[in-house]
């Protein structure tokens, strides 16, 4: 499933980036790579707030729709 399904709370895993190469390594940068865990903080209008890695990332809807757990 997408991560804009994800409820807030829900810690989820990455199993797979979808779009171009420079998108995936973009994500990449931010530590979004296939097996890491994702916890959804908020969300507001499908726009996410995540933590992963210890760090809060926002991603607006149409990132997040390419990533799924």
Do not use: C, H, W
Not at 20 to 27: E, G, M, Q
Not at 28 to 44: A, H, M
Request: hydrophobic share 40%.
């Amino acid at each position: 499933m997408p991560l804009t399904m994800a409820k807030s709370g829900e810690q989820v895993y990455i199993k797979k980036i979808n779009g171009r190469d420079d998108t995936k390594r973009f994500l990449e940068s931010l530590g979004f790579t296939i097996g890491t865990s994702i916890t959804v903080v908020s969300e507001l209008s499908g726009n996410l707030i995540l933590n992963i890695k210890n760090t809060r990332v926002a991603l607006d809807k149409s990132m997040a729709n390419r990533i799924i757990v």
